[in-house]
T-cell receptor, first 120, second 113 residues
């Protein structure tokens, strides 16, 4: 079946410009995550959406970063006034959230191929 | 707070040798545990996971991992490395009651011919 897709696969922009990155999660997955992966670094959590709940924005590095998820499906990550340090691969993932013994657990995350952002 | 430690940012083995990638976590309650693999220019994909039951978990491509509660570890092994195993490996935990998994910093596996 269809996996998580992201677009564009590559984005080159000039410092100060705004960019939008798109994520199409797996149908039926209520949880959606954005991560940033810089060269040689691990995964940096950015933002999390779960169903109709307010998103967890605790990982966003500055107010230049924002994200939305429309209709519980497609998500867009927006970076305003891009800086060179924003250059990285941005990964999106979706998953099911299980409720066991009244506690939520995040099951397997399915990742998209990422968007490589280069800010000149 | 939950933490995941992967010992060694780089592990180098010869083709045919044993692969051992270490992962330790901190949690008072056993979480769900995952190993993901990332090949160059790709997203992460699941290798294997532990939820409940048998503590030795088998995954794709001949990898397996053993959950050891007393050691809070979930090390990844493969008896014989193949050149195609060269990739970045991430250990992750999904704590009970949290929607946000915690990832280790990753271990780059290098396989020499």
């Amino acid at each position: 079946g269809a996996g998580v897709s992201q677009s564009p696969s590559n984005k080159v922009t000039e410092k100060g410009k705004d960019v939008e990155l798109r994520c199409d999660p797996i149908s039926g997955h209520t949880a959606l995550y954005w991560y940033r992966q810089s060269l040689g670094q691990g995964l940096e959590f950015l933002i999390y959406f779960q169903g109709n709940s307010a998103p967890d924005k605790s990982g966003l590095p500055s107010d230049r970063f924002s994200a939305e998820r429309t209709g519980g499906s497609v998500s867009t990550l927006t970076i305003q006034r891009t800086q060179q340090e924003d250059s990285a691969v941005y990964l999106c993932a979706s998953s099911l959230v299980l409720v066991l013994s009244a506690a939520p657990w995040t099951d397997t995350q399915y990742f998209g191929p990422g968007t490589r952002l280069t800010v000149l | 707070a939950q933490s995941v430690t992967q010992l060694g940012s780089h592990v180098s083995v010869s083709e045919g040798a044993l692969v051992l990638l270490r992962c330790n976590y901190s949690s008072s309650v056993p979480p769900y545990l995952f190993w993901y693999v990332q090949y160059p220019n790709q997203g992460l994909q699941l290798l294997l996971k532990y939820t409940t039951g048998a503590t030795l978990v088998k995954g794709i491509n001949g990898f397996e991992a053993e959950f050891k509660k007393s050691e809070t570890s979930f090390h990844l092994t493969k008896p014989s490395a193949h050149m195609s195993d060269a990739a970045e490996y991430f250990c992750a935990v999904s704590p009970r009651g949290s929607y946000i998994p915690t990832f280790g910093r990753g271990t780059s596996l290098i396989v020499h011919p």
